[in-house]
């Protein structure tokens, strides 16, 4: 596939926008949806998560937006309050340069009156939870007259949740002419009996895998926050110490960052991506195939067609696209018959890409633990040793003798001549290319400032709510309802006791009024969240801020 964003016959804002995101070209689901959502039929999307859905429909929505018009003109559905925020702040990002395009994201758990004066104010694109989409249909601060395209976000998963009801509730107060577009993973019997009922004559998009032969490497993966990413991948290269490897990213504004980040810590890396000419592309590739450049960092499109046999490792640092780039990305390394590896760095919701490259691939990729400080240690030192060997067999070193006859002379020891002469070498040589002061501990990698607060460790309840943490997550197919329905049943508390939910990947968090804390951990304690048993505690308060700050993240430019 070899369409360019500039072919979809786009804006000029909007193709400015995905040209700052870094994105170099439409994928494949966004390649076949744009057009048509654009011409404003209907159609269901079928491609798994991660493969770029948000753009696929946040793109012709900003295009077919009014401006001169304040009404509402498109409504977008998703299940979950966090997917709202994330699928706005996408469309937000993309409807960048179009002045006056307004974007709001109404969930439940963020006082209405707030959501009501935005809605007052005129905004055109609205994304929602099924629950206070409604609320706001029903108090008349929302008005659905003048919508023109509809999206059901993650239609199975609302399914699943239970939310058809709602859904249909909310479409009945839709236009007539309305565009409506489903977006979905699967394509469940439900969902098609549901096309069939609201849809009309649907057009039908499947992202089509071919059949791929998965090249015979060795495969695992991290499971790691995105934001120790840069210091695991600097950890990697120093333990494997690979003699070439190719780091994919998803786009050129992370090859970018990425290589700046890396060239700074004093490795060999060089970006490769669409915005090269071929001629600067030529230089890199000569550079690395001579390995000059021992760290290639590149995007999907830039590496298609890399032939340098002697790559060793591949790292996914961020999961691909789609499920067949993967199969080309690490088809890189183990050619001409030699061994190869490919990492896969996970975070968040790219668990999902891993979970269907596994299916897509039938094969079964281990999770490895991250790699520690003493491991780099380890090596260091063997390499260390390893010289010395070489050196004092050698025998060449003899010729230096002189100079340590003088410092003994001064009465230093051996040991401290021996070792600063070796700590000399190794600097000048960068082996570990930096040094060990660089090294954070795993569990002091955190994310710098600005991400902290959306992170699990702030654990702090509000004023007179207590906060319970509770061991099932986003990945335990858990969502706010779920946990709420679970405290409503389990307990006495009323529903207005119950303040914040947050779901995580793993784990989640609910603030109850400090009356029911106890009795509500207790309850929990003794019941099954969606059949599954769960542990409940109270979390303990927010922690004392890191002293170190978290060293490796690329400087932004
Ligand atoms: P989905 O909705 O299918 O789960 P998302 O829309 O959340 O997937 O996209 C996943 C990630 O990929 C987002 O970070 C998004 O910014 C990025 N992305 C989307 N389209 C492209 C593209 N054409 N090139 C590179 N990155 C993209």
Known sequence: MELSFKDLHLSEEVLRAIEEMGFEEPSPIQAQTIPLMLEGVDLIGQAQTGTGKTAAFGIPIIERVLLKDEAVQALVLCPTRELCIQVAEEISRLAKFK??????????????????????KGVQIVVGTPGRVIDHIERRTLKLGGVKTFVLDEADEMFDMGFREDIELVIGHLPETVQKTFYSATMAREIMDFATKYQDDPKIIRVVKKEMTVPKVDQFYYDLDSHMKPEILTRVLDIYNPNLTIVFCNTKKMVDELTEGLVDKGYFAEALHGDLKQTQRDQVMNKFRKSKVDVLVATDVAARGIDVDEVDMVINYDMPQDDEYYVHRIGR???????????????????????DIQKYTKTKILRKELPTIHEIRRTQDIKHLDMLRDAIEKGEAK????????????????????????????KEKGIGKHQELDYVDNDKVRPPRDNRRKLPFDKGGKWGYARIFLSVGRLDGISERHVLSAILNSTHAQKAEVGKIDIYDKYSFVEVKERVSKDAVQALNKSKIKGIEVSAELAKPRMAKPKKRWHSEPRRG
Do not use: C, M
Request: glycine fraction near 6%; charge should be positive.
């Open 333 to 355: 390394t183990a050619r001409a018959g030699r061994e190869g590896t490919a990492i896969s760095f996970v975070s968040g919701r790219e668990y999902y890409k891993l979970r």
């Open 99 to 120: 002045r006056n395009v307004r974007v709001l994201p109404i969930y439940g758990g963020q006082p209405i009156e707030r959501q009501i004066r935005t809605l007052k």
């Open 399 to 426: 010729k230096l003798e002189h100079l340590v006859n003088v410092l003994l002379e001064e009465d230093r020891s051996p040991v401290d001549i021996a070792s600063a002469a070796l700590w000399l070498y190794a």
